[in-house]
């Protein structure tokens, strides 16, 4: 197969034009996207990144290390697998991810009702986070995320901390001690955040701890907080 001409190569001198020539193939910025919160193994990427094959997924990830986008690095210890991972201007990605994502969902063929990754929804959930400014000290919540769109998932854990200043969400390992915890599918979660579902209404949500500051993240982070866009029309 014949490898696609770059637009350098047709003595194009954008910068824009050059960062298609990175990251514009097809799945590319999907990959990226899953890398955004942390590193992945091939099979990791393989499970999140539905519809693409191995071997093209192999051929994504050999192009983003090639333009040093990502790196290989094996995991310490006895037994350590080989993950992939953003490097520090990779992970710049991030705010092109959110604006491609405000700039999509003004498309009238946008899919509002596909189900989403858990990353891929805690992604949105950062590009709109807002700090909490009526509350002393900082308030904590564990989020743990099934993904809908598989048999028998693993949960994926995340930790967010609100306080006066901002609001940041991390992928964790395992939870960690917090205020509250709150553990859903992707479907229920994407439903309560980027739907604006009451929590009340989506009994597959469960709570534990401090109810109030579970209902503060959802209003922290809640795309129908963040514009007043019409139902169905939100930012994702």
């Known amino acids: 197969m014949a490898s696609r001409r770059s637009y350098g190569s047709y ?8 960062a298609l020539d990175l990251i514009g193939d097809r799945w590319t910025m999907i990959v990226v996207r899953e890398l955004l919160l942390g590193p992945k193994r091939f099979a990791d990427l393989q499970r999140d990144v539905l519809g693409i094959g191995p071997g093209i997924l192999t051929r994504r990830l050999q192009e983003l290390t090639t333009h040093d986008v990502a790196v290989r ?9 080989d993950v992939y991972e953003l490097t520090a201007w990779g992970r710049q990605l991030e705010v092109v991810n959110s604006a491609l994502s405000a700039w999509a969902v003004q498309s009238p063929s946008m899919p509002f009702e596909a189900d989403m990754s858990p990353d891929t929804l805690v992604l949105a959930m950062r590009t709109h986070a807002r700090p909490v400014t009526d509350q002393p000290g900082p308030r904590t919540v564990s989020l743990t995320l099934s993904d809908s769109r598989q048999e028998a998932p693993a949960p994926v854990h995340y930790q967010a901390v609100m306080t006066a200043d901002a609001t940041v969400i991390h992928r964790v390992a395992e939870p960690g001690r917090a205020d509250a915890g709150v553990a859903a599918s992707t479907r229920d979660w994407k439903a309560c955040v980027i739907g604006g579902t009451p929590l009340t209404q989506l009994p ?8 109030a500051i579970v209902e503060l993240l959802v209003a922290a982070t809640s795309l129908r907080s963040a514009d007043s866009s019409p139902p169905g029309r939100h930012r994702g």
């Open 11 to 18: 003595n194009d001198g954008c910068a824009a034009a050059h």
């Open 73 to 81: 690095r094996r995991l310490p210890g006895p037994g350590g697998a």
């Open 204 to 211: 597959g949500i469960s709570v534990t701890g401090d109810g």
